[in-house]
């Protein structure tokens, strides 16, 4: 496919004016956007954000109230990682869940999860505003 240099739109290979304004096409390919970025930020974000979740579980033997945000945490983390890898097919739902789940994490374990909301939050906010 080639999109149009005056109004965007995409066009088949064989046009040579665009369907939606009719200026000529020079037949330019517009390059895919890399997500690795938001794809290591999410990874390592989820990763800790798993580290404080079992951190908080492990704290709940001497705090029992603490037990079942620590699962939450865990829970969150691994929505976290899944978002990071659906970035790379979808970046806007996969950054909607990456802010998603950095929100959870921070309502769950907020001092335990800083790190990893923070990791996600900006991996989620890249994915989404970055074309």
Do not use: H
Not at 24 to 30: A, C, I, S
Not at 69 to 74: D, E, P, Q, T
């Amino acid at each position: 496919m080639i999109y149009c240099q005056k109004c965007g739109t995409e066009n088949n290979d064989s046009a040579n004016v665009c369907k939606n304004c009719g200026e000529v096409t020079n037949k330019v390919e517009l390059k895919k956007t890399s997500r690795t970025v938001e794809l290591v930020l999410g990874i390592i974000g989820g990763i800790f954000g798993l580290l404080g979740g079992v951190f908080a579980l492990m704290f709940s033997a001497f705090a029992p109230s603490v037990g079942g945000l620590g699962a939450s945490a865990v829970l969150a983390s691994i929505v976290g990682i899944v978002g990071a890898a659906y970035v790379m097919q979808n970046a806007k739902w996969g950054g909607i869940i990456l802010i998603l789940s950095a929100v959870w994490l921070l309502i769950s374990i907020s001092v335990f999860g800083v790190l990893g909301a923070v990791l996600l939050g900006l991996a989620g906010l890249l994915a989404v505003l970055r074309k």
